[in-house]
T-cell receptor, first 114, second 114 residues
């Protein structure tokens, strides 16, 4: 049973428009959320994160929104650029016992068309 | 060299072979991780080392044996693997084990077990 779900395997957006990538989670113990980006033949790279005490975090063109009541977060990229074409992973973190677990979604492949 | 490097990038091995995957981080981090990424599955955390000590083993079969001789190097020794072990194996490092410490990933080793 997936605790972190990215229900859209792929998304296609026109250059200059907004990209919205969604992520849903089931575990209310998650208290920290991260987005990673992955290009082919490379490892994931950190993009932006948000703590559960916040509902928004912004870094340049990237903004993450967290709706705890809906157990939903989203990543907004505006304006989208062709170089943003990659797979985007949502990850959620919680303490379990003595350790902190990071649970990953399956990813959403974003294509930004010129 | 900068960041996190992994060798080899591709590996094909028979079920009776013994091989090792190597990971090296040049970031001065204290925590290192092995992940497995199988097709159509989320990233699965296998092992965690913090200050060279193994802090997590997520029910990984004993045919996978990690080794962390120092904070900069991490190995994954493989022996008598099964075809279902074919996957992308990613190494990552972070400054510490707090959720706010982003993980830096290597490019991965694409493993095929025949």
């Amino acid at each position: 049973d997936q605790q972190v779900k990215q229900n859209s395997p792929s998304l296609s957006v026109q250059e200059g428009r907004i990209s919205i990538l969604n992520c849903d989670y089931t575990n209310s113990m998650f208290d920290y959320f991260l987005w990673y980006k992955k290009y082919p033949a490379e490892g994931p790279t950190f993009l932006i994160s948000i703590s559960s005490i916040k509902d928004k975090n912004e870094d340049g063109r990237f903004t993450v929104f967290l709706n705890k009541s809906a157990k939903h977060l989203s990543l907004h990229i505006v304006p989208s650029q062709p170089g943003d074409s990659a797979v985007y992973f949502c990850a959620a973190s919680a303490f379990t016992g003595n350790n902190r677990k990071l649970i990953w979604g399956l990813g959403t492949s974003l294509a930004v068309n010129p | 060299e900068t960041g996190v490097t992994q060798t080899p990038r591709h590996l094909v091995m028979g079920m009776t072979n013994k091989k090792s995957l190597k990971c090296e981080q040049h970031l001065g981090h204290n925590a290192m991780y092995w992940y497995k990424q199988s097709a159509k599955k989320p990233l699965e955390l296998m092992f965690v080392y913090n200050f060279k000590e193994q802090t997590e083993n997520n029910s990984v079969p004993s045919r996978f044996s990690p080794e962390c001789p120092n904070s900069s190097h991490l190995f994954l020794h493989l022996h008598t693997l099964q075809p279902e072990d074919s996957a992308l194996y990613l190494c990552a490092s972070s400054q510490g084990r707090l959720a706010s410490y982003e993980q830096y990933f290597g490019p991965g080793t694409r493993l095929t077990v025949t």
